[in-house]
């Protein structure tokens, strides 16, 4: 049988498996497994485990857990809403401010926490309702919180990007920077919709209420004195500081991107001692048990994943599709096209760290035979599985918004989440127009590669 | 489809309990044990918090470099993985594709997810009979790992081991209880 037929047949044995219903991580162990049986000698299935073992046994990948944990101290305690809060009382006289506020505390609580779902429900639970209560439309109000979510795993820490580090064996504090610019460019892309989208829909409230209709909450004015402003800031400034003497410690060169995960949950959990008086076993239990939970599965998906890759690698299926690939001698935007369609077929499915690890081996070596720069490809392919995290029928943080505002039509939700995937898609253009946005920052900290 | 990710909280839930005595019994005592190990791994996760601090601090305030933070806190991470993804499988927290359970009739629904544990079961258990072999190897030959502070490597092929069977056992519950439970669960 030659590689590109066991290939297919090595992809569609995990088709048939993972849609079987499977939990992913003994999916993937399964076909590894079983085409290690009857394809590979019968030796290595005597290593399976020790493969297992050293390919996990990274203490970058292993710094996920204490990501998560820093994420979930913070995202369990009410520094979310503050943040919120915090930021609404400053920019609430900018027309569409309250939309503007949701966004930049979704993108503060996104560089806290790294995790999307994680920035949706903290940040959300409280932005939804008081964007309704401000006349906004459910649909709009829902979207902006989704999408601002998925600024989680763009901006750095991000446990996809950590991955993608590993899996393209790039450097995580460069992929890191890169993540920076693209973040600052969804963060001004989705404000500037907020207020554009906040204005049309308040000069409709204005023309009803002109017609002799109901006024709107729009219309009303809101106030904050100085005082109330200058009093929400000592809330928020521990978090602050944290974000960035984490950053400083990790480009600064005092810790390694792992010894960041370490000191970055610690003094997450210092922090909420401190400012909440979370501090108790009883407190601190719903987090570790939180975090212990995302990581295992996460982790055990991780490490049945790279003994998948390592099969694909071993009976050259990999290096047969890449080749395939590369054969086909497309143009280099062509490639790079089909390559992000498949991307986001896959993120209907799959969570991004199965899509990272199963792909990485069959999509780089032609990207990087192209001329990529797979620094800026990382972040690329970030944006493109953010937007799997909010388009239909599986997006992850649809599901989270339905949680927390669960009269919300799903439909409106999907509908007021439209503009910021087509937003989504236009900054992946100007990525490819303009690497710099993302490129320009790592380069000039860390040096041009 | 669910990502597994801690979106509603259910403090205090248990995992199912199957119809039969005798599995509802092995069930139970399973679920103390994980909740045990549950407890083990959250004081690692913090220990491993410290270590990582703690090695920032010495090197830079006291410029005494560490050597051994790394793989102490990789083997204290293994230890959480592999001691907690039992517990996790306990309320079924690994998350797959559950495309197919709205399209497919009751019955044939029912064989599917019945299939499914049993599989998963079947592989789980190989996975910890090889990770037994690997630890008796790394136990008798004495294998360490090629730092310079040089561990044994049973340390985490014995965690990896016991948390695989302990996965195996509950897989085994669960395959039982779908067999043996009067009422098809959803």
């Given at each position: 049988m030659n590689e590109l037929t066991l290939g297919a047949l090595y992809g569609a044995a995990t088709l048939v498996v993972m849609f079987s219903g499977m939990p992913i991580a003994f999916a993937l162990g399964v076909v590894a497994t079983s085409f290690m049986y009857f394809f590979m000698p019968a030796s290595s299935l005597d290593t399976i485990t020790q493969n297992v073992y050293e390919e996990m046994a990274s203490i970058t990948l292993l710094s996920i857990p204490l990501f998560i944990l820093k994420g979930a101290a913070i995202g369990k305690s009410p520094a979310g809403k503050d943040l919120y809060s915090a930021i609404h009382t400053w920019l609430h006289k900018i027309p569409g401010g309250l939309g503007i506020a949701n966004v930049f505390a979704c993108a503060l609580f996104a560089a806290m926490a790294g995790s999307s779902p994680a920035t949706c429900s903290a940040i959300g639970a409280a932005g939804i309702p008081e964007m309704r209560r401000r006349g906004y439309s459910p649909g709009f109000a829902a979207g902006i919180i989704a999408a601002g979510g998925t600024l989680g795993i763009l901006l750095p820490p991000s446990i996809t990007m950590i991955l993608y580090a590993v899996a393209a064996e790039?450097?995580?504090?460069?992929?890191?920077?890169?993540?920076?610019?693209?973040?600052?460019?969804?963060?001004?892309?989705?404000?500037?919709?907020?207020?554009?989208?906040?204005?049309?829909?308040?000069?409709?409230?204005?023309?009803?209420?002109?017609?002799?209709?109901?006024?709107?909450?729009?219309?009303?004015?809101?106030?904050?004195?100085?005082?109330?402003?200058?009093?929400?800031?000592?809330?928020?400034?521990?978090?602050?500081?944290?974000?960035?003497?984490?950053?400083?410690?990790?480009?600064?060169?005092?810790?390694?991107?792992?010894?960041?995960?370490?000191?970055?949950?610690?003094?997450?959990?210092?922090?909420?001692?401190?400012?909440?008086?979370?501090?108790?076993p009883k407190d601190l239990s719903p987090i570790l048990s939180a975090t212990i939970k995302e990581s295992t599965m996460l982790l055990l998906i991780i490490g049945m994943s790279l003994l998948y890759s390592y099969v694909m690698s071993y009976l050259h299926i990999s290096q047969a599709a890449a080749n395939w690939v590369v054969g086909m001698h497309l143009s280099k935007w062509l490639l790079l096209a089909v390559i992000l369609l498949m991307v986001i077929v896959f993120g209907f499915f799959l969570p991004p760290v199965s899509i990272i690890l199963m792909t990485a081996p069959i999509i780089l070596p032609p990207l990087k035979a192209a001329g990529f720069d797979l620094i800026w490809f990382g972040i690329v392919m970030t944006v493109v599985m953010e937007m799997g995290l909010i388009h239909p029928p599986v997006g992850l943080n649809l599901f989270v918004i339905k949680n927390i505002a669960p009269d919300i039509p799903l439909k409106d939700v999907i509908w007021g989440v439209v503009p910021f995937v087509l937003l989504m898609f236009f900054a992946v253009l100007l990525l490819c127009v303009f690497p710099g946005i993302s490129t320009l920052l790592p380069d000039l900290i860390m040096g041009v590669k | 489809m669910s990502h597994g990710f801690d979106l509603q909280p259910q403090a205090g839930a248990g995992p199912a309990v199957p119809d039969n005595a005798a599995l509802a019994a092995v069930s139970a005592l399973l679920d103390k044990l994980n909740r045990a190990l549950v407890k083990l791994s959250m004081l690692a996760l913090i220990m491993t918090a410290l270590v990582l601090t703690y090695s920032v601090v010495s090197r830079y305030f006291f410029s005494a470099p560490t050597d051994w933070q790394d793989e102490a806190s990789v083997f204290m991470l293994v230890g959480v993985t592999f001691f907690c993804t039992a517990s996790v499988q306990s309320y079924r927290g690994h998350i797959g594709i559950e495309a197919l359970a709205s399209l497919l009739p009751r019955r044939v629904n029912a064989v599917r997810l019945f299939f499914v544990d049993l599989v998963s079961l079947l592989f789980c258990a190989f996975f910890a009979w090889k990770s037994w072999t690997l630890f008796y190897e790394a136990w008798s030959e004495g294998q360490t790992t090629s730092s310079t502070f040089a561990p044994p490597l049973w340390i985490p092929y014995s965690m990896m081991a016991a948390g695989m069977s302990l996965l195996a056992i509950q897989l085994l519950v669960q395959t039982l209880a779908r067999a043996t439970n009067k009422k098809e669960a959803s």
């Open positions: 790039q450097s995580l504090g460069r992929l890191f920077l890169a993540g920076i610019g693209p973040g600052i460019l969804l963060v001004a892309l989705f404000a500037g919709y907020a207020v554009y989208r906040a204005r049309k829909e308040y000069r409709l409230a204005l023309a009803i209420y002109e017609g002799g209709g109901e006024k709107s909450p729009y219309l009303e004015d809101e106030h904050f004195t100085l005082r109330q402003k200058v009093e929400m800031l000592p809330r928020v400034l521990p978090f602050i500081i944290l974000l960035i003497g984490v950053m400083v410690a990790l480009y600064g060169g005092l810790a390694t991107p792992s010894e960041t995960a370490g000191l970055g949950a610690l003094l997450a959990l210092v922090l909420i001692a401190i400012v909440y008086g979370v501090w108790r | -």
